[in-house]
């Protein structure tokens, strides 16, 4: 399962990892995009995949090291670190973009999935019928889940406990934001909170929920890259494609809910143009920097696409 790879290789490794963390602090980007797009997914799932009885037994019938190498635990590591390290630094400018200058944000977020839609369809060898039902079902669904308004559930253990590993499914999956999941069930604040104030009883609970979504859902989708990769692909990228309606740039706010703090945060947006963006809300729409910030973010994605295909 491991791979050999030099310091450089590690390098670069953590580097996507820091770009997955940074994606999944925004409640619309999804980790499993940017794995996706830097080439390193499936060998993600697959490594998540190996943690299970055989890898219990190699541990105590041929050692640590044989475990290690049979759960790809170099690639793990690093990768975690990037994203460890993107979650304590780069989260925090990414976050601070969103509240300051959030129309030229997503529009680099938008240029990045609208790119990446193209580049997983690209990897589609034969479309037919059944390919083409899927990315349609991908795009509706992700759009439809994308427009529900968030809602307020109670914080007890079992909520916890079902918020983690629903959004770590998410997470891992391309188009669909953990954070997203995490807002419509009304326990991204509640989480975030408990972070901060490093309530470890909800964060333990939370990160157990993870680890049991993210262990299950792993092995659901390794048997389904195995088995049906291009029907997987298909519905991948149309969720991509629907989840296009979360990170239009231009948005006007019909209805806010307070947060635990007692801050003013948007619940209800509708996607709007940039014309109308600036009558709405009295602002700038700041259209020629968001359109270059737009051309950007797919410039982005297809230059790594181009760099993993002379790398393969």
């Known amino acids: 399962m491991s791979q050999r790879r030099s310091l450089k290789d590690y390098f670069i490794l953590a580097c996507k990892g820091i770009l997955m963390g940074a994606a999944d602090a925004v409640p619309g980007v999804s980790g499993g995009t940017i794995a ?26 041929d050692g640590p090291g044989a475990f290690w190498d ?6 793990l590591v690093t990768l975690l670190s990037g994203i460890a390290i ?52 991908g795009a509706v669904s992700a759009y439809v889940v994308t427009s ?24 891992i999956l391309p188009g669909i934001s953990g954070s997203f999941i995490l807002l419509l069930l009304g326990m991204y604040g509640p989480v975030l909170l408990a972070v901060k104030n490093l309530e470890l009883s909800i964060i333990g609970l939370f990160m157990a ?6 262990l299950s859902f792993s092995r659901l989708l ?19 494609l629907g989840s296009l309606n979360k990170v239009w740039p231009w948005k006007y706010t019909t209805a806010y809910t307070f947060d635990r703090q007692g ?28 359109i270059a910030l737009l051309i950007l973010g797919m410039a982005i994605v297809l230059w790594m696409e181009r760099v993993q295909s002379a790398n393969r």
């Open 36 to 61: 996706f797009i830097t080439g390193i997914y499936e060998e993600l799932i697959g490594s998540i995949r190996r943690f299970d009885i055989d890898a219990v037994k190699l541990l105590f019938s």
């Open 70 to 75: 049979h759960v790809n635990g170099n690639f």
């Open 148 to 171: 529900i308004v968030p809602t307020e559930i109670e914080v007890t253990s079992l909520a916890v406990f079902l918020s983690g590993a629903v959004a770590i499914c998410a997470m």
């Open 222 to 240: 390794n048997w389904l890259f195995t088995s049906y990769r291009m029907f997987t692909l298909a519905l991948m990228s149309g969720f991509l």
């Open 86 to 137: 993107s979650l304590l630094t780069l989260s925090h400018i990414v976050l601070f973009m969103l509240a300051t200058y959030p129309v030229m944000l997503w529009s680099f977020f938008f240029g990045l999935i609208l790119a990446s839609t193209w580049v997983i369809s690209r990897h589609i060898t034969h479309w037919n019928m059944t390919s083409t039902i899927l990315f349609l079902l």
């Open 209 to 214: 929920g993870c680890a049991v979504g993210l």
């Open 263 to 290: 801050k003013q945060i948007p619940l209800v947006q509708d996607n709007v143009s940039p014309f109308n963006y600036e009558v709405l809300n009295g602002q700038d729409s700041f259209m020629v920097a968001s």
